[in-house]
């Protein structure tokens, strides 16, 4: 039997009426961008979707991460905690603001940074603390409040994977001094490409207005030095439709990773991700991590083994940032271990609404036949 290609994930979109009737407006108004009527519109829905205050939006997830530290106006050359178990964008969005990443480990049970090993990291020049809330997994916001407060640094949250999650009831983008969230097509909620902060400080929501926005006030006033990061109407469009359908496709997410999880539980070598307390999550991802000694074979293996039944799982995230061509012996760190491990281990298996549960079986299925027995 001949199968599709599977990847590891699949752009929500809404039916094509649905979103082909939403943008009829635009071709009346032909206000196509500068944060027009659905602009508008998304942000006020989505502060709702997220529980936070104060939102802003912006033309993808690494421009709201860059331009919320540059925000902060830190000295050039300052240092800023993060973790290297990262997409690329949070590493870069630290380095194009002039300051330097300080690596610090993560932790094995949901590879979020390590905030016991935060403090010794910590510098004169310390200005950051730049966690992930990785694969959803809420880090320990208590302890880094904590932290921060005692050291008076900034703390914002790459929670580019966290969109929707609660913690102890609270909206995932309440915590720190400012969380940025991706809409990007391949994460759980997309505005085709888009991005947002969240944050309680009003301040700086108008300071972010100002740097997206070319520091434009009004038609003969420039306030500020700022770039161009507005999310157009189209997007927010987009945004607006996938946002009505987000809620039932969380649960379609839910009913997936179930079954994984029946699945694949038991099998030697084979770690799955715990499930965490007072959280609720949002699905976004399906890691695995593959100890080669007990599985007998490593991950490089079975994603290969994958990818000749046209099953395209994918290495989140290895390389660290800090072992990349670009980064590789620049900057400080500790130990990385923990987050050497993850890296050498993890595969993220495909997981989006529309994967059917005979192929959440069958790529069970194949890991579980794939093991070298003994
Ligand atoms: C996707 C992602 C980003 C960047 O978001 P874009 O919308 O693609 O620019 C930043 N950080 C993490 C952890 C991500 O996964």
Redesign the pocket.
Known sequence: MIHERIYVTKAAMPPFEEYAEAIRPLWDSHILTNMGRYHSQLEEKLKEYLAVSELSLMV????A?EMTIQAFNFPKGSEVITTPF??I??THAIVRNGLAPVFCDIKMDDYTIDETKIEELITEKTVAIVP?H?YGNVCNVEEIERIARKYDLKVIY?A??AFGVKYKGIGIGNFGDAS?F???A??VFNCI???AIATKDETLINKLYDLKNFGIRSQELVVSVGANAKMNEFQAIMGLCNLSHVESNRIIRKVLVKKYRELLTDIEGIKLMDSFENTEQNFAYFPILIDADNYGKNRNDIHQELLSHSIYTRKYFYPLTSDQACFKNKYMSLKLDTARLCADRVLILPLYPELPLEDVARIAELIRNNKVKR
Not at 60 to 63: A, I, K, L, S, T
């Open positions: 993808n997830g690494h421009m991460l990262t997409f964008s949070t992930v990785v790459d580019a994977h940025i991706s809409f990007h391949t994460k490409e888009g991005g």
